[in-house]
Structure formats: C-alpha cells, structure tokens
RNA sequence: GCCCGUGUGGCGGAAUGGUAGACGCAGCAGACUUAAAAUCUGCAGCCUUUUUUGGGCGUGGGGGUUCGAGUCCCUCCACGGGCACCA
C-alpha cells in the first residue's frame, strides 16, 4: 500500500476535507429544526463507549447512519441527527486502577481524543446536542426518573441469588452471563446472596412480546432473538395432594396437562422449599444438596449435566386416577422458572425420560407415535381415560377446564424473563439515589435533593466499591426523620444510562439543567432509523424498549417504542497472521516472499495465515482509521466502508479494495475536471430541458441518467449502500465514454453533473462540495435537494428480446415496446439459431412476456 | 439438542419466476513511457480445435412444480449465529 500519496494525488483531500468540515460547522449545516411542515426523520446509531480510539467498526456504523441522515435530508426531511457518548462503566475504573489516574479524567481525555477522529470523518451530527452519561446534567435526570419508577412500583430491593463475577468484583444481569462466564471479564461466574436494585421488567414482558410483531422495520432476526428471551409458554399449574405432614400440597407448572396420564413421578428443584425443608432432617437428602450446589458452580456441569436425583419417600395422589405417584428432587429442574417443581411423563419429555431409564421408573405412552420414546410431537391421545382418542391440542383445553372445576390446577403462563438487575458495586456510574436509614429503612429522596454528585476525591486502593471507603460521602440525613442515614453506595447498570439516552437527543439544549422532556421531544420520536450492532439484539434493545414503555406509564412521554426501523450491521473482519508459536503479527510486519508465502518481514521467519476473523487488538489485525484517512481521506474511507458487501453482512476488510476506492475518487475527480473544462457548469443549467430536441445519442445519456437516478434512490431507500456504489460507478464509466458530447450538450450535461454530485453527496460528501463549488454552484450540496427522474424516461424504445427454444436461449431479437406478439413471433423464428434448434420438432406453444422474453416450447 | 440464517467465478458480491455472474478486487492483453508506477482501451465462469457469431456444463447435493427455477416446494449436506435442562 503506497503510504505516502502526495505523487499519485490530483484531488488533494488533505485541504479539502478540513476544509469543508469547517465550512459546515461554521454555517450551523446539520442543526436540527424542528419543522412542523417537513416530516421529520431522527437518524440515530448507537453510541460509543469513549474506549480512546476510533475503530473501523465505528466507522462502518456511523458512515452508514450518515449516508441516511444525508440522504433523508436531501429528499426534504427535517433530520435530527445526533451525537454523544456511552461514558460510565467498568474500563474507565480499571485503566484509572492501572495508570493511577482518576476515571473521570480518563474518560474525559477518551472523548475529547475520538471526538476529533470522528470530526475527521465528515459526519452530518448536529453537535450541539452532544452529551456524555457522566454529565450530572444528564445523571441527575436518571436519578429523577428512577424516583419516578420506584415511586410508580417498577423498581425493587430484594436479597438475591446474583451472578458475581469474582474478577470484575461486580454483579451481573443475566443478559451479561454468556456461557456461565462474565460478558466482560470472561470469568466464571458465582452465586452469591446479596441485597440488589431490581427494575420490573417482567411486568411488560407480554407488552414486550406483543409489541415485537408491530415493529415490522425491525430484522425478523432480532425481533425473534427477543422472542425467544422473553421465553412465553402457557400452560397450567396443578395441586397435587401429598403424603407429608408438613407440606400438604405440591404446586407444578406444566405445559402439556394433556400428558397427565403418562405421569409417573413428581421432581422438584434443589432449591424447592420441600427440599430445603427435608434436608434439615435427612442427611442424605442434605448431602444431595449441597452436592448439587457445588456442582452449579464447577464447568463441566454448565457444559453436560447428567440426570440425577434422589427420592423423597413423599408420595402424592393422581388427581384422576387412584394411583399414588413418588416424588423426587432432581437436579435437572429449575427453582426460578414455573413453580420449582414438575410432574414427570418420561414417554413424552426427554429430561423425564432419561431419569425415569437411569432409576427404573414406569414409562406410560399416552400419545400415539410411529417413531421411538420419548414422544415430544402432538398425536392422538391414548391410555388417557376420557382423553382417549381427542387430538393433544383438545386434550389440553378439555384437561385444564377439568382440572379448574375441580379446583386442582389454574390456566398459567411463565416467562423465561426476569427481572432487571440494576445493581453495579461500582464506582463510575449513576448514584442510585437512595438512603438506607436506621429507623425508616430503605428511603427514597425527594426530587428536590437531586442530583447526587458522583465525588470526585475517592481511592481505588482497596478491593472493592470505592464510594464504600469514602470518607465523608455516605453520610448523610434521613429525608423522613432527618436521623442519621448513609447512602446507597451501588451505581445503576450502565445498561440504564443507555436506555432513555434517545430521550435525551430530541432536547435541543441538553445542557439546560431544568428541563428534563420538553414538548417538542414527542415530535422527534420514535427513532426513525436506529442503527448498530447485532450484538446489541437483547440487551440494550429489549431494555430501551421497557424504559420506553415504563416512562410512558409514569407520564413521562407518549410514545411506547422507541425504534421504529433497526438495521443491525455486520462485523469488519480481517485476515490474521500468526507466527508458529502463536504470537499474533500485525499485517505490516508480514510480506509476501518471492514464493508468495507469508514471512515476517524483521527475521523472515514462516507465517501462518490464519483465519479471517473480527477486527480486534488482541490478534492484531486491525487497522487504523486516522491512517487510512490521513493517506487517503474521508471520502475514500466511507465510500470503501459501504462498497461491495451488504451493510447486514460481515466485511472483509482488503487494501486492495480501499485502494480501488481511492482510484474511483481520483477518476471521478478528472471526469469532473475535464467536465469544466468543457464548460460544464451551474450557469449552464436549466431545469426546463427539452427532451424533444435532444439528438439520439444525448437523449439515450439522458434517459440512461433518469434510471441512474431511480436506482440510487432505490438502494438507499432499501440501504442497499452496495449497490448505490454500484450504480455510481456505473454511471462515472458511462459519462466517462461521453466526454466528447459534453462541449455540444451543455446544458444537459451541466443538470447531470449537477445531479450526479448530488447522488454521491451522501457517500462522500467532501469532493461532492468541492465540486459542487468548482463547477460554480452555490450554498452547500450538502443543503440542496435530492433529484427527481421521470417514469416515462425509463422505457427503452427498443428493446433487446432473448429467445428461447424449450428454455434454452438461442438468440435474441430487437423489437420496438409496444409490438403485438404476432410479429415478435415472426423476427424470432427468423433467427436461424432459433430455427437451427428447432429443427424437425413441431412447436406446440409459443410463450411471449412483454418486454422481457419468448420461448418456443417444441417437441 | 432446539430455533434461525447462509451457500452463486480466484475473491467481495448483482439478478420483481424471464439473457446468471451487474459493479468492484485480483488477473491477462494492448496503448502511453527508455522503463516502472499511474492512466487510458480491451478481454475475462468452466469445458470443448466444428478457429468459436458453434456445442455442452454451470448458482452446495438429490428430487419436484413450471413453457421457463439462483429465486417456489420437499429432502439431504456444509458453514455461521442465537438459545440451551425453561417443564
């Protein structure tokens, strides 16, 4: 890859693009306007988190959201356009831990750092609505609205069984668990009891559920995703009578009651409270419990669980039949889903199967298959009394009708869903404001005492929560008995701070510490074009989507869903280099030796070429958008960034492609040249260009621009950057092999060129100014409006006909739109490879499709 | 295990059931140049001496629907992702 370019370099980006930038800054170009006359389009990716550098993932995101927000904006949308930064969280502490610096300086350093990287990309932001999460200004609001909920009864304090990540020293959600390991720290996570901040997410998970099928611009994907998290199943509970003195009724939640009579045991969790209870007087039992605890924990069990269990010698009655069922405690059944308990019908569930085969249970078939047990499908019942011969769908209704008259059982629906805890042990992130009284308990503050300042004076030398070790921070006076009181010293999930944030944007001055929601934000909202990574499917989206819908129900705004279209982009990947004792190489310490094999360019010694993965620090194969932008520019960079793959799909990352990019920037930019020179320029434009007039070859350039003009709009509008780029290209070919018509059709050529700037503004917004000025237009392209085409220019007036015989093509004939088959048929048994194909066969059908084909069927 | 998605040249990828491979990368040839780079102009799926304006094959494999299938249906395979004892 050249690196220094000056040589090769006819359109110097290196002062256009500063350049520009500044002229749009300068002129206010990207503010937002609300205008009640324009329909308003907010164009929103996802944040950053000020990690210090800029990565190309970035750029992808952000240039995709640019390319909206401009287009949006040129087709006469009145767009809001925002910018800020995600700036609490765990990093900040630990890089503070490392370099002994304080986090809020190190976050602060971060955004300044990638704000001037960004700057360099061209982006249409509006920046004067720019925040941080670490701005009191905007914390503070967070404090309210938690008041708000708390107030409204979303938001909880429970002792918990939590995930405790021991390397982080931090609680984690179960959204942030993966594989039984800290989404963060990687590390194994524990169950630990403590005291935790929940919000009451499950409220609204059939809300959550429901809404999904609204959201139809949302990826079908993703829309499933949090299908399947929210985890609905309906079904029943029932009561079943036992033989213990102690606990005279065991509750299970079923989803197939229909299968009631293949039931052949009862199981319950560990942690069920029978079990519990037992174990106080039964060692073994004991012994199996605190086996089983033990076992949570370790890998292997995580990984592949064997069934097991052990008997309680509690029996309990079959609610139809007189027959007594055994109970056990099994480990494969889950105190936090249904009622911790289960009744067990080993013909139809592959768990109860498995455990009824490894202790010698009875298996009861009760509905009818052809293939082996267990049986999960729907059938014919079978063996089932009154059941016998009903479908399993009217079983079910007919069991459970049964059941409720009898009083045993209820219509119930669980969900996989729980609740959301908010709880950090952390120091950087949002006070959660709230005292802890020694009279009154657990007290809210009054709206009045916001904002809790973070403190700024804390010490990370000692494990664990610094605001712990405050000196003087946590104490403080009871807002009800003015007693003494301390502080809540947990921080909210950063995952709230991210959750109203799009809120927050639609405020025109964030800085203004009175208003929280004006008016003007329920015009802004919803989120027209949301963007960002698939990564972010359940987490941030499913709990935006509830803090959304719970601000509404506290008053706070009108809407219930924040994001009315989602795309979630690909990843950028790269190819991996790697030396045979496994250390990672960063792509310019490797070259190509006179073999084509890898070697590394200091020793010479043999690469391995690993696979082509994400573009990541730890394996080296990244590369550094100010590079890329300092040897070729913005332009050529986001152009790159959208070419050749779909903006859904993973990205290769390839130098010879950016190059090819930086070759196309370059042609452009002496097609335009010689454009002007041609005197191609803004005087020379008319929109009242008589298509009458024009001689054949022009009006074929013409009309041949209006289908150019129609494609793009169309790729952009499906955010199909690929092909828009596509098409560009196309275009700047064709134009290129018109230069000599230029000088003779001034005028028509001055409204393309014109037209064409325009379609490439969104893309590469810095040469299309540049040119825009050098061929004499006024303002910014960057300020005027998309360009229309005309349908009736986009019908060819003769058309290039493929032939088939039997489909199978053999020639093709030109014939003008509008001629009646009869004669297309007639130039199409001309063509002698028609008739070559045809031979002695006789032609039983003949098969014309206007405009698009004949085939000839013959035999 | 369950659910979802994807499979097209050397590569990234185009293609409302209607000429498969647009556009680009890499490649090849020519022009310009002392030369190289850059640039410009062409060529380019595979097989096949009917010197080719011919023929055959071709969108993961097999089958089907259709005048016609990359596209729709069935089935198998491979890869990727999500969930994972959720009763």
Redesign the pocket.
Same mark, same amino acid.
Request: a neutral charge; one cysteine or more; glycine letters at 6%.
């Given at each position: 890859m &050249?690196t220094n370019t000056s040589e *090769?370099c006819n359109y110097d980006f290196s002062l256009s693009e500063p350049k520009w930038q500044k002229l749009w800054d300068d002129a206010k170009t990207f503010k937002s306007e609300f205008n009640a006359s324009k329909p308003k389009c907010y164009v929103l990716e996802m944040f950053m988190y000020p990690s210090g550098k800029v990565h190309i993932g970035h750029v992808r995101n952000y240039t995709l959201g640019d390319i909206v927000a401009r287009f949006q904006r040129a087709r006469g949308y009145a767009v809001l356009h925002p910018v800020g930064w995600d700036a609490f969280g765990l990093p900040a502490e630990n890089a503070a831990l490392k370099n002994k610096s304080h986090p809020k300086k190190w976050t602060r350093e971060n955004i300044a750092a990638m704000k001037s990287q960004i700057k360099t990309l061209g982006f249409s932001y509006d920046w004067s609505r720019e925040f941080a999460t670490c701005d009191p200004q905007y914390y503070q609001f967070q404090q309210k609205l938690f008041l708000a909920m708390y107030e409204k009864g979303l938001i909880y304090r429970k002792e918990s069984e939590v995930n405790w990540d021991p390397v982080d020293q931090c609680v984690l959600a179960? +959204?942030q668990v *993966? %594989?039984g390991r800290g989404w963060r720290s990687g590390a194994l996570v524990e169950k630990r009891k403590l005291p935790q901040w929940f919000m009451k997410i499950t409220n609204y998970a059939e809300e959550l559920l429901n809404d999904l099928e609204k959201l139809d611009g949302w990826p079908? $994907?993703v829309r #499933?995703?949090q299908k399947?998290?929210i985890?609905k =199943?309906e079904?029943c509970t029932i009561k079943f009578k036992t033989t213990s003195r102690t606990h005279e009724y065991l509750d299970?939640?079923?989803?197939?009651p229909d299968t009631i009579f293949g039931a052949t045991f009862l199981?319950l969790?560990p942690n069920h409270p029978i079990s519990i209870s037992l174990a106080k007087n039964d060692p073994q039992i004991a012994a199996f419990l605190e086996e089983h605890k033990k076992g949570c924990v370790a890998e292997e069990? !995580? +990984? $592949?669980? +064997?069934?097991y269990g052990i008997a309680t010698g509690i029996e309990v009655q079959h609610p139809f039949l007189d027959k007594k069922l055994p109970v056990y405690i099994a480990?494969? @059944?889950?105190?936090?889903?249904?009622?911790?308990?289960?009744?067990?019908?080993p013909a139809h569930?592959?768990?109860?199967y498995?455990f009824a085969i490894k202790y010698g249970l009875p298996i009861i078939q009760t509905v009818s298959s052809d293939g082996p047990l267990p049986y999960t499908g729907d059938g014919t019942l079978i063996n089932s009394e009154f059941l016998n011969g009903m479908d399993t769908t009217v079983a079910k209704r007919e069991i459970v009708d049964k059941l409720c008259k009898m009083g045993a059982g209820e219509r119930k629906i669980?969900?996989?869903l729980r609740d959301w805890g908010i709880s950090r042990q952390r120091y950087w992130g949002c006070p959660i404001p709230v005292v802890h009284c020694k009279k009154c308990g657990v007290v809210p503050l009054r709206t009045e005492d916001l904002p809790i300042p973070l403190p700024d004076d804390v010490e990370f030398d000692k494990q664990g929560n610094p605001l712990d070790h405050h000196p003087t921070w946590r104490h403080t006076s009871c807002p009800l008995c003015r007693g003494e009181a301390t502080r809540e010293t947990d921080t909210l999930d950063t995952f709230v701070d991210s959750s109203w944030y799009f809120l927050r944007f639609c405020v025109d001055d964030p800085a203004n510490p009175d208003l929280l929601f004006p008016r003007d934000i329920t015009s802004w909202m919803p989120v027209d074009q949301y963007i960002g990574g !698939?990564?972010h499917?359940?987490l941030h989206l499913l709990y935006a989507r509830f803090f959304t819908g719970a601000l509404a129900d506290c008053g706070f705004i009108k809407i219930r869903e924040p994001f009315k279209n989602l795309f979630t982009q690909g990843m950028v990947c790269s190819v991996t280099y790697q030396r045979k004792n496994g250390e990672w190489l960063f792509p310019n310490e490797v070259r190509r030796n006179s073999n084509g094999e890898f070697e590394t360019i200091d020793d010479g010694e043999e690469i391995i070429v690993g696979r082509i993965e994400k573009m990541s620090k730890s394996k080296k194969n990244v590369v550094d958008p100010d590079e890329i932008i300092k040897n070729y520019g913005a332009d050529t960079l986001r152009l790159f960034i959208v070419? %050749?793959? &779909?903006p859904e799909? %993973?990205?290769?990352w =390839?130098d010879?492609?950016l *190059?090819?990019?930086w070759?196309?920037i370059?042609?452009l930019w002496?097609l335009l040249l010689s454009a002007k020179s041609c005197g191609i320029c803004a005087a020379e434009c008319s929109d009242q260009i008589n298509v009458d007039i024009l001689g054949h070859d022009v009006l074929e350039t013409y009309k041949s621009f209006q289908r150019t003009i129609k494609n793009i709009t169309v790729a952009l509008e499906s955010r =199909?950057m690929?092909?828009a @780029?596509?098409?560009?290209? %196309?275009c @700047?070919?064709y134009l290129?092999?018109r230069g000599d018509d230029f000088e003779k059709n001034k005028a028509v050529f001055s409204v393309i060129f014109r037209d064409f700037i325009v379609l490439l503004s969104p893309i590469a917004p810095h040469i299309c100014e540049e040119s825009w000025s050098m061929l004499g237009f006024e303002k910014f392209v960057s300020n005027s409006s998309w360009p229309t085409y005309d349908e009736k220019y986009l019908v060819a007036s003769a !058309?290039? #006909? &493929?032939v088939?015989v039997?489909?199978? #093509?053999?020639?093709?004939v030109i014939i003008s739109a509008q001629e009646i088959p009869e004669i297309v048929f007639e130039k199409a048994l001309a063509l002698e490879?028609v008739r070559?194909?045809i031979g002695d066969l006789s032609i039983k059908?003949k *098969?014309y499709?206007e405009g $698009? !084909?004949v085939?000839f069927?013959a035999v």
């Amino acid at each position: 890859m &050249p690196t220094n370019t000056s040589e *090769i370099c006819n359109y110097d980006f290196s002062l256009s693009e500063p350049k520009w930038q500044k002229l749009w800054d300068d002129a206010k170009t990207f503010k937002s306007e609300f205008n009640a006359s324009k329909p308003k389009c907010y164009v929103l990716e996802m944040f950053m988190y000020p990690s210090g550098k800029v990565h190309i993932g970035h750029v992808r995101n952000y240039t995709l959201g640019d390319i909206v927000a401009r287009f949006q904006r040129a087709r006469g949308y009145a767009v809001l356009h925002p910018v800020g930064w995600d700036a609490f969280g765990l990093p900040a502490e630990n890089a503070a831990l490392k370099n002994k610096s304080h986090p809020k300086k190190w976050t602060r350093e971060n955004i300044a750092a990638m704000k001037s990287q960004i700057k360099t990309l061209g982006f249409s932001y509006d920046w004067s609505r720019e925040f941080a999460t670490c701005d009191p200004q905007y914390y503070q609001f967070q404090q309210k609205l938690f008041l708000a909920m708390y107030e409204k009864g979303l938001i909880y304090r429970k002792e918990s069984e939590v995930n405790w990540d021991p390397v982080d020293q931090c609680v984690l959600a179960n +959204e942030q668990v *993966i %594989d039984g390991r800290g989404w963060r720290s990687g590390a194994l996570v524990e169950k630990r009891k403590l005291p935790q901040w929940f919000m009451k997410i499950t409220n609204y998970a059939e809300e959550l559920l429901n809404d999904l099928e609204k959201l139809d611009g949302w990826p079908e $994907k993703v829309r #499933l995703m949090q299908k399947n998290w929210i985890g609905k =199943s309906e079904g029943c509970t029932i009561k079943f009578k036992t033989t213990s003195r102690t606990h005279e009724y065991l509750d299970v939640f079923t989803t197939r009651p229909d299968t009631i009579f293949g039931a052949t045991f009862l199981a319950l969790s560990p942690n069920h409270p029978i079990s519990i209870s037992l174990a106080k007087n039964d060692p073994q039992i004991a012994a199996f419990l605190e086996e089983h605890k033990k076992g949570c924990v370790a890998e292997e069990f !995580i +990984e $592949k669980q +064997e069934k097991y269990g052990i008997a309680t010698g509690i029996e309990v009655q079959h609610p139809f039949l007189d027959k007594k069922l055994p109970v056990y405690i099994a480990n494969f @059944v889950l105190m936090n889903y249904g009622t911790g308990a289960i009744f067990a019908t080993p013909a139809h569930d592959e768990r109860d199967y498995a455990f009824a085969i490894k202790y010698g249970l009875p298996i009861i078939q009760t509905v009818s298959s052809d293939g082996p047990l267990p049986y999960t499908g729907d059938g014919t019942l079978i063996n089932s009394e009154f059941l016998n011969g009903m479908d399993t769908t009217v079983a079910k209704r007919e069991i459970v009708d049964k059941l409720c008259k009898m009083g045993a059982g209820e219509r119930k629906i669980f969900y996989k869903l729980r609740d959301w805890g908010i709880s950090r042990q952390r120091y950087w992130g949002c006070p959660i404001p709230v005292v802890h009284c020694k009279k009154c308990g657990v007290v809210p503050l009054r709206t009045e005492d916001l904002p809790i300042p973070l403190p700024d004076d804390v010490e990370f030398d000692k494990q664990g929560n610094p605001l712990d070790h405050h000196p003087t921070w946590r104490h403080t006076s009871c807002p009800l008995c003015r007693g003494e009181a301390t502080r809540e010293t947990d921080t909210l999930d950063t995952f709230v701070d991210s959750s109203w944030y799009f809120l927050r944007f639609c405020v025109d001055d964030p800085a203004n510490p009175d208003l929280l929601f004006p008016r003007d934000i329920t015009s802004w909202m919803p989120v027209d074009q949301y963007i960002g990574g !698939i990564e972010h499917a359940i987490l941030h989206l499913l709990y935006a989507r509830f803090f959304t819908g719970a601000l509404a129900d506290c008053g706070f705004i009108k809407i219930r869903e924040p994001f009315k279209n989602l795309f979630t982009q690909g990843m950028v990947c790269s190819v991996t280099y790697q030396r045979k004792n496994g250390e990672w190489l960063f792509p310019n310490e490797v070259r190509r030796n006179s073999n084509g094999e890898f070697e590394t360019i200091d020793d010479g010694e043999e690469i391995i070429v690993g696979r082509i993965e994400k573009m990541s620090k730890s394996k080296k194969n990244v590369v550094d958008p100010d590079e890329i932008i300092k040897n070729y520019g913005a332009d050529t960079l986001r152009l790159f960034i959208v070419s %050749d793959t &779909p903006p859904e799909k %993973d990205f290769y990352w =390839s130098d010879e492609g950016l *190059i090819g990019c930086w070759r196309f920037i370059n042609r452009l930019w002496r097609l335009l040249l010689s454009a002007k020179s041609c005197g191609i320029c803004a005087a020379e434009c008319s929109d009242q260009i008589n298509v009458d007039i024009l001689g054949h070859d022009v009006l074929e350039t013409y009309k041949s621009f209006q289908r150019t003009i129609k494609n793009i709009t169309v790729a952009l509008e499906s955010r =199909s950057m690929n092909l828009a @780029v596509a098409h560009l290209r %196309d275009c @700047v070919n064709y134009l290129y092999a018109r230069g000599d018509d230029f000088e003779k059709n001034k005028a028509v050529f001055s409204v393309i060129f014109r037209d064409f700037i325009v379609l490439l503004s969104p893309i590469a917004p810095h040469i299309c100014e540049e040119s825009w000025s050098m061929l004499g237009f006024e303002k910014f392209v960057s300020n005027s409006s998309w360009p229309t085409y005309d349908e009736k220019y986009l019908v060819a007036s003769a !058309i290039t #006909l &493929p032939v088939q015989v039997n489909g199978k #093509l053999r020639g093709s004939v030109i014939i003008s739109a509008q001629e009646i088959p009869e004669i297309v048929f007639e130039k199409a048994l001309a063509l002698e490879g028609v008739r070559k194909a045809i031979g002695d066969l006789s032609i039983k059908n003949k *098969i014309y499709v206007e405009g $698009k !084909i004949v085939n000839f069927v013959a035999v």
